[in-house]
């Protein structure tokens, strides 16, 4: 599983939602994607039957989107302001991991794709 197979079962549609529509009005060549590629990060963000669920990366965005004025105001242009997004993400999501071993927190990053 990549970084892109996570991202799409995490259900980031709700929380970017607000923020894709602002940026359907400008453009940006710029693409990035948050996540990890250890094969049990599903089942820390959602649960399983016998374990409870334990979000890192959705709060991570929510956070990090609410302080997305202060972000912009940082950013030189719009793909540095994605840029600067994706690793807010990145760093707000490895803070949440409730995961100890290191192998999940260490293995979350953002990472350009176009």
Known sequence: MGV???????GFDDVMNEFSQALSKVESGATWVVG???????????????QKAQP???????????????????????DDLIKRIALAIEREAKKLCPVLTGNLKASIEAERIG
């Open 4 to 10: 892109g197979d996570l991202m799409d079962m995490v």
């Open 36 to 50: 990890t590629a250890t094969y049990y990060a599903i089942h820390v963000e959602f649960g399983t039957a016998s």
């Open 56 to 78: 890192y990366i959705r709060p991570a965005a929510e956070k990090v989107l609410a302080r997305l004025h202060e972000i912009e105001k940082e950013a030189k242009d719009m």
